[in-house]
């Protein structure tokens, strides 16, 4: 039997709210998008030269700063 790759998706509107949500600091939207972005930090991590939990730590702060940041007008 093949093992078979699940990517968990959203719709784009499902993703926006989300996002508008996280903005506006609901603590379980901002769980929710690292939640959903959780693969591609790993493998992300492993090309900075940290410890991987240390490497994925950094990635989530950045870009949980990057959600929060507000927009420049």
């Known amino acids: 039997m093949e093992k078979q790759d699940v990517k ?3 719709s784009d509107s499902q993703f926006l709210k989300l996002l508008e ?6 603590p379980e939207a901002l769980v929710q998008l690292v939640e959903l972005f959780r693969k591609d930090i790993k493998r992300l991590s492993k ?22 940041a507000k927009e420049r007008e």
């Open 8 to 10: 968990e998706t959203i």
């Open 47 to 68: 090309f900075i030269y940290l410890p991987d939990e240390e490497a994925e730590s950094e990635i989530i702060l950045e870009f949980l700063e990057f959600v929060l």
């Open 21 to 26: 949500d996280a903005k506006n600091r609901d």
